[in-house]
């Protein structure tokens, strides 16, 4: 069955794209930055790269050979691992930070609690000293007018 030249324009758009992706290093799960995966991220089948798309697979074998000749990536898989490393890294930063905070906060409810039940204590305290008769009698005033 023969494909149309805007599937083909297609497909090759999305070869070229999974292409970038590989070798920016975003691996899928399990993936390595290889033709298998390549055909896999493009939704083509490996025969096809190879047969219809053969000159796309040549291109990526290329670029990618080109990048770990420069030293840019040796495999892609280990710079994601250097960049999760890093996320992890800064997740347990943060992690830390929310642990201070949390700590603070529950020595200020401590402290505020404490201070609550004695300001409610001096209160009960002033309500039973309202409470009993008093010892001081009104005096009267007489006034002169």
Not at 21 to 29: D, I, N, S, T, W
Request: with cysteine; proline share 3%; charged share 40%.
């Amino acid at each position: 069955m023969r494909i149309t030249e805007d599937q083909r324009r297609t497909t090759e758009q999305r070869i070229r794209a999974a292409m970038d992706r590989l070798l920016r290093g975003e691996l899928p799960p399990g993936g390595k930055c290889d033709v298998k995966t390549l055909a896999a991220e493009a939704g083509i089948s490996r025969n096809a790269l190879y047969t219809t798309y053969g000159a796309l697979k040549e291109e990526f074998e290329q670029r990618r050979d080109r990048l770990r000749e420069a030293g840019e990536i040796s495999d892609p898989r280990e710079a994601q691992i250097e960049r999760l490393k890093q996320q992890v890294a800064e997740l347990k930063d943060r992690v830390q930070d929310r642990d201070a905070e949390l700590a603070k906060l529950r020595e200020f409810k401590i402290v505020a609690v404490s201070r609550i039940a004695a300001q409610h204590e001096e209160l009960e305290r002033l309500r039973r000293q309202l409470a009993r008769p008093a010892k001081v009698h009104q005096l009267r005033q007489d006034h002169a007018e």
